[in-house]
């Protein structure tokens, strides 16, 4: 009987034996840590020899760099992007450039000499700051390090860049001990890289048993927890070695200390500027006119002046500056203002010519009014108004650009940038309602005006900002869906009341008188502009504490409105 039991113990304690080594192999198994190695080249998602991956503040980018001639590469708009927006490419003469308060840079495709245009001075690079490869345009990380705030590393097999454009705090850690980065959480997890004890990364997400972390050599993967030693907050500090000298100098401004006064004058041809005694006979507190002299008539840059120097003698003789104002609208039908300002050989020439004849003739400023510009003219337009910038503050001259009210799509008139290089950016406080709308309303409602004036603040300080107020307004004619108006004078409209036996009453939400009448099925009205309209409007200037007040344009007010603009405005 025993003889019987002993090879059955044995069998026995051979399936638990078995049984355990088995269980325990599973255990091994399943809490081991993996020493498999992911393939870098994969992981980098390299695809040729050109070809490298970035890796930006801590993210592993869409976009990717080239590396060319011994030279890192990337896009140029990843340069606009996500680097510095102050670039610009001029497509039509192949060249890139970059301005800065006093100096226009420029360099053509595959060149290592970059001039600047502005001292005729040239520098000569060991790259090409810009390529052209398979229509993209590339430009050097080294060049756009120049004049931007990023720093970056390149690292061979495999390629890639660790790059730095974020200077917030961020936090760090140490490797507590030899250890390894893995692609993904988990023991089992293939390893991406080794640390060394003392190693330094930066933690990007830290969970409940692995961190989420960068290595300095651009690798991101996950370290457990227990391996992190020091971890704590830390402010990186950016590099200011290896930069072109002033790449980081602030645009000086001319804006003046105090409100500026601006009435539009309104000139059609040499001879209205014979009307400036009869436009300003009764203006108070005004200290700046602006005739509109300068009219752009060809696609070469080129364009007519009504200016004359007894004007300008005058304008100064009554104590006003003189900005000449340059325009796009009386020759619009012969022009291209896309062809205009996409080429800097017409560009620059628009912007010699008008600050020549200004100097010429001592004017005091230029106000740039280019009205209804395509959406693909707006980088142009901002490269346009950055160069003549430069001209007007090494010439003393005093640059204003006009604008819509911010709504309705006009964001590409990029007034961010016009609030960067231009003394004054003006607002065109009007036209809410204007002919061809297809419903009567105010020309100006209180609320469109603290619209455009709240939008504006938030990319130009308020000292820049001028407001502009109309001194006109429209007389509607609605039938059905037929709607028709007329833009009259403020005697027009008062004329127009008296005519009419009409009393207007206060209309509280565009804060402007209003009137009304019949006329069978047809409604016939207008929204006053007046003294009592003028002075909400200047309150909220007040309020705001902006640079200056505007109106277009001389000659359409009653005299009364300059006894409100001194008393409400001049002297706040």
Known sequence: MKKKIIPVAIAIALILVIGGLSFGRQIIDRYSYSKERYDLKTYFENDSDTDVAIIRD???????AFYLKDTCYVTLDFVLTY???????????DLLIYTL???MLVVSEGQKTVTDRTEDTAQNYDYAPFLKEKGEILVALDYAALFSVFEYEYYDEPK??????SYDQRTVASAKKDTAVRHRGGVKSEILTDLKEGDKVIVLEQMDEWSKVMTKDALIGYVENRHLDGVMPELPIPSSTDKYPGYDAEYTSLTENRKIIMGFHAVAGEGGNSTLSEMTANVKGMNVISPTWFKINDNEGNFVSYATQDYV???????????AL???IEFSGEIDMDAILSATTTRQKLVHSLVEKSLELGIDGINIDFELLPASAGKDFSEFIREISIECRRNGLVLSVDNYVPIGGTGYYDRKTQGEAADYVVIMGYDEHYAGSSEAGSVASIGYVETGITMTLDEVPAAKIINAVPFYTRIWETEGSDVTSQAVDMQTASDWLSNHSLTPEWDEETCQNYASYKDGNKTVECWLEDEESLKVRLNIMNKYELGGFACWRLGFEKPGIWDVIEEDYAGN
């Open 160 to 165: 890639r860049i660790r790059l730095t454009s």
């Open 313 to 323: 003698n005058r304008a100064h003789d009554m104590g006003l500056e003189v900005w």
């Open 83 to 93: 680097l510095n927006s102050r670039f610009y490419y001029d497509e039509v003469e």
């Open 58 to 64: 801590g993210q592993f980018m869409e976009d990717r």
């Open 101 to 103: 308060p006093e100096h």
């Open 326 to 328: 340059a325009e796009n």
